[in-house]
């Protein structure tokens, strides 16, 4: 029995093809896709370009694209082969020219053994073919090529330093060469166009080229041409005379004649051959189909079987119990509570909203934030101007009434100057409403600047207005929020060495600015320019050098922190942008960040991120679920104690700020910390549990952070963080259904805590526990329960007010031997807060 039975029936994709053969043979030949071939059982010889491989039992190589094989069957036996779509993965992985070392038969990897078992585990889900199998398909997939990626791939760099060898010029020479006929082979390529296009004169190629590659340059191109055209020879019907021409032959007679020297066979012979060869497959696949599964089927399964048996039984036996970590009292750091001076409010206009200022009236009262960040005080909906009379005049009623609620509510303004837009995105390049500003002269803005400053120091005081933050708008250019595409593509291609003519109109504009508010105010913060590091963060270097250049420097830089990389060609011009796959992303950006300020002489400067979620969408569930709450306390506590952030504001304090028509239900997808009905959400309760902290640090691990307060107060926040697994980058954001939330993690495990925390006063403790998971206050599951309804009721949405909040509990703890024991068993995403203070001291 010899065939080939493709997998894929139900489950289809343009990024990979699964086959499984046995006893199968192949003449040389090449195609675009990468081929990956995974032994089961038996043994296969493998001719790649000149070396031959041999396979046995869970050995496995990969084929470059375009490189020349074939392989030859002994007798009976199995293996798999992944055919990967070449454009589709340089696309994913955001590098052309892709080159993998990947072959266990020849030098072992420390990588190899996960990698058989990330093969192994999408084999399986291939044989199960359940209708519901093919996120799950693609969740292999993903992790398949993430491993690909990460350990095989010869890196841009690495091309370009084997491109550098010690005949520089050569190389890369015939690189170019070699590489324009793979991609032209079609084509009726000569000797002469080639030595042309490469500026070289015909007989200095032709030798050259035989003197690098050993062979003529007629030879390789036949070479190329055949290889392709074998591919389609046996895996298409195409004519045999529309093969030869559409590979590069130039009639049937050449291809004939080529095919016969190379393979003492002609075309249409090899393909009858195949032709039987396929005929009988057929037979013997319809008759074993009618068994079961089918012998080859059956020999898979039991592979898959034995192999999850034999990982089992290497795996080291659970004794039932925990470690304990232990936590000595010692030298004790005080730090900076970073998190909750700075929380983003929003569009101006939306804050004289009733609802929004008696949501921001309870934050202030549960959780209390110092600054509030907004934008758009002088906006066309804040009616600031009158040009009715010929003159200018300024009507600052609204300005007032904003500010006056904020300073009576403890919230000193954090003002963003300039005309920033308001947008609402349901994911990058994707926008539901953009409300813009008028345009002004920088006279008039400057005009209008002076005149609401001196007012404000009218009414309000110089002491209480000198306290204020002002932040200079400097607009991305991101064709993704409506820039101008060849303004923003010229300004890629300038990248890193970016003229600095790029930044004098933003520099002219702050340092006029900055000079009337410190003309006015001279004790008040004045900075920006709120560079988004996913976007413009390469630029990062440069903007900081040009700015340590002008005469007047900022007061803070400002930056934005959203988890997305750009995709760009080799001409560097970005072609999408991507999700940050980086579970440590926010504070591997902000070390980035404190590297580039010392390099440019700003090492003291004062950072603020003014702006940090997981995503910009304001159309995504994960911002109503337990997932956000984890996330925020993950990177609170990863980056306490580090790279000096003076403060760090999370986007965005309420829904209120993205309601619009498509956002009837009780739940959008908004990233604020309330939902627009008032409802706690996960997030907002992740703020409540951390501002338990105190201001001492005793220790922090993955998991956890222990801290306290002056006397014997300890708080222990633990969290169990789940990032995303390959199967979320693949959808868009914003685009995943309500049940689809908690279904894209790396995995779904609980974690078991045990802190033993030593060196406390003995004596009679009382011991507070909160728990926030999916079953304690997680308004999307509530929801879910309620069957996400569209038609809430009032009472309704006043129930779930009541229940979605942490549970809680309090008992009494008798500290003998000076340790406690803090346990718990955390659900995926779960924050839990201990809190333990000293009742009754034994001295």
Partial sequence: MSGTHIFQSSIDSKLITVSVMNRKSNLEHAHRDIELIYMIKGQLQVKITNNTYHLNKSDFILINSNEFHSFQSENDNLFVIFHINYLELSSLISQKNLLFTCNSNQQSHSSDQELRNVIEELLSVYMQQRNDSEVEALEKTFKLISLLKLNYLKSTNQLELQNYSTSKGQNERLSEIMEYIQSNYREPLTLEEVAGLHFISVPYLSKFFKKQTGKTFSQYINEIRLAHAVNELVNTDKPITRIALDNGFPNLAAFNRVFNESYQLKPVEYRKQMSDTTEKEEMITEEISNHDLGVVFTELQQYLKS??????????????????????????????????????????????????????????????????????????????????????????????????????NKLRPFIEIGPKPKIIQKAVGETIVEQTISERSLEEWTNLYRAFLLQCIQRYGIDEVETWYFEMWKPHMDVSRGQDEK????????????????????????????????????????????????????????????????????????????????????????????????????????????????????????????????????????NDSCFKASYIVKNIIENLNLNHVNMIGYWLFSDIFSDFRDSKNLLHGGAGLVTKSGIKKPSYHAYMLLKQLGEILVAKGDHYVVTKRSGHRYQVICFNYKHFNYSYYLHSEGSMGIHEQYEIFENNETISLSLEIQGLANGKYRLKELKLNRDYGSVLDEWLKFGAVDDMKPDEVDYLKQICVPDMKVEHHVVENESIVLKGELQPHEVRLFEFNLLISDL
């Fill in 487 to 622: 303004k923003f593509i010229d300004e890629i291609n300038n990248t890193p060495d970016i003229d600095p003519n790029h930044f004098k109109e933003y520099f002219k504009i702050f340092s006029e600015f900055k000079k009337h508010t410190k003309e006015l105010i001279p004790s008040a913060k004045v900075g920006g320019c709120g560079i988004s590091m996913g976007l413009e963060g390469e630029r990062l270097d440069s903007i900081l050098n040009y700015w340590r250049k002008e005469e007047i420097h900022p007061d803070f830089l400002s930056l934005s922190l959203y988890p997305i990389e750009k995709n760009r060609d080799k001409n560097r011009v970005p072609i999408k942008n991507l999700n940050s796959n980086n579970p440590h992303y926010v504070l591997d950006k902000l070390t980035e960040v404190r590297k580039a300020l010392k390099k440019a002489g700003f090492e003291g400067l004062e950072l603020n991120v003014t702006e940090w979620n997981i995503s910009i969408s304001n159309r995504n569930y994960l």
């Fill in 307 to 408: 192999s999850v048996e034999q990982k089992v039984e290497t795996l080291p036996q659970s004794t039932g119990t925990v470690e304990t970590e232990t936590i000595k009292l010692g030298k004790l750091d005080a730090f900076t509570k970073y998190w909750n001076k700075l929380l983003n409010i929003g569009y101006a206009k939306d804050i004289l909203n009733s609802d929004m200022q008696e949501q921001i009236t309870l934050l202030q009262g549960e959780i209390g934030f110092t600054y509030a960040r907004f934008w758009g005080l002088f906006g066309d909906d804040m009616l600031v101007e009158d040009r009715s009379g010929g003159k200018i005049t300024y009507n600052f009623s609204n300005t007032n009434k904003l500010l006056d609620f904020l300073i009576k």
